[in-house]
């Protein structure tokens, strides 16, 4: 199966390939886009109600910006009104990986892609039905395939 994305200036992007990705933060700068790299590397967050895909509703799946891991499904995705795309449930058991994250005095858990370990949001305990989850991402950190692609 082939790349549905293609980025042929970064070399560890793949939609199909889930190895585990160990490269230098030096590495990825030359191969994100500045506004990406701050996000996925330096766990920036982009201001609410500015991402591309905080509202969207199109049916389709998302994957991690850096290196094009499946994360969710749009049938996952709700409008939580907090100005981030927000998922119920991730991909599969691997796609999103957790971390503590007790910065700005807050006690949080970071969600970060799988594969690439990249900064994607904070999941916290106050989303819907079926699993009570909130998968609160960046949308920067997100790329999107249409279904009707």
Request: net charge negative; hydrophobic share 25%.
């Amino acid at each position: 199966m082939e790349n549905k994305n293609s980025k042929p200036e970064n070399p560890y992007y793949s939609n199909t390939d889930t190895t585990k990705l160990h490269v230098t933060d030096a590495e990825w700068k030359k191969v994100l886009a500045e506004d990406v790299y701050e996000v996925t590397r330096n766990a920036d967050t982009e201001r609410p109600f500015t991402g591309k895909y905080w509202d969207s509703d199109e049916k389709g799946t998302y994957y991690c910006a850096a290196c094009g891991n499946k994360l969710f499904r749009s049938g996952a995705k709700f409008s939580s009104s907090c100005g981030w795309p927000s998922f119920f449930e991730q991909e599969n058991k691997n796609s999103v990986i957790y971390k503590k994250d007790n910065s700005f005095g807050m006690q949080r858990i970071e969600a970060l892609c799988g594969r690439c370990d990249g900064h994607l949001g904070h999941l916290f305990d106050d989303g819907p039905a079926p699993t009570g989850k909130r998968y609160c991402m960046n949308s920067i950190a997100l790329d999107f395939i249409s279904d009707t692609k």
